[in-house]
T-cell receptor, first 113, second 114 residues
């Protein structure tokens, strides 16, 4: 299974871009990179996912390196409400269309006023 | 569209008791997965149900079981509770048909075992 490595914590000033890195050097060709965040022990919230191309939605942008061994989640204008734990996950596809997400401990992002 | 709902939100039990947690997926979603989250451990996959059949299982003892009904609602049961079962139990639903479909999580049930 491809595992991910993320910094334990990061800080960001309100209004600035938050760039959260993730290393997934053992990712295989059919595995997607997913990002979720969890605010104060609520359920994780889906942010964005991608396979090989960069992706953007109303919440964030996902930049995946050409070799797919790392990615960066970008929150373009961080607000205090973006303070959360951010999880980078690689989706493993099991036989028979079964699948499990392998979760690490994520990055605790603190957005400061 | 309503999100994933879980009941109850909080539960206190004592060792040796059993507990049943409920999850209602997003309308139209046929896959329901359950996770356990404890401090320092992250999310641990319990099992996944699709069309009333368990199609994937994590590494938890047999005390943890689940089922899915024809309306895709799911329940998980933990028997003979232990102190270490205290955790946030999360349910996630997805359409279930494609390998890349996205899971959406409920708010969780906080279980405390005394």
């Amino acid at each position: 299974d491809a595992k991910t490595t993320q910094p334990t914590s990061m800080d960001c000033a309100e209004g600035r871009a938050a760039n959260l890195p993730c290393n997934h050097s053992t990712i295989s060709g059919n595995e997607y990179v997913y990002w979720y965040r969890q605010i104060h022990s609520q359920g994780p919230q889906y942010i964005i996912h991608g396979l090989k191309n960069n992706e953007t939605n109303e919440m964030a942008s996902l930049i995946i390196t050409e070799d797919r061994k790392s990615s960066t989640l970008i929150l373009p204008h961080a607000t205090l409400r973006d303070t959360a734990v951010y999880y980078c996950i690689v989706r493993r596809l099991d036989a028979g269309n079964n699948r499990k997400l392998i979760w690490g401990l994520g990055t605790s992002l603190a957005v400061n006023p | 569209k309503a999100g994933v709902t879980q009941t109850p939100r909080y539960l206190i039990k004592t060792r040796g008791q059993q507990v049943t947690l409920s999850c209602s997926p997003i309308s139209g979603h046929r896959s329901v997965s359950w996770y356990q989250q404890t401090p320092g451990q992250g999310l641990q996959f319990l099992f996944e149900y699709f069309s009333e059949t368990q199609r994937n299982k994590g590494n938890f003892p047999g005390r943890f079981s689940g089922r899915q009904f024809s309306n895709s609602r799911s329940e998980m049961n933990v028997s003979t509770l232990e102190l270490g079962d205290s955790a946030l139990y999360l349910c996630a639903s997805s359409l279930g048909g494609q390998a890349s479909d996205t899971q959406y999580f409920g708010p969780g049930t906080r279980l405390t075992v005394l």
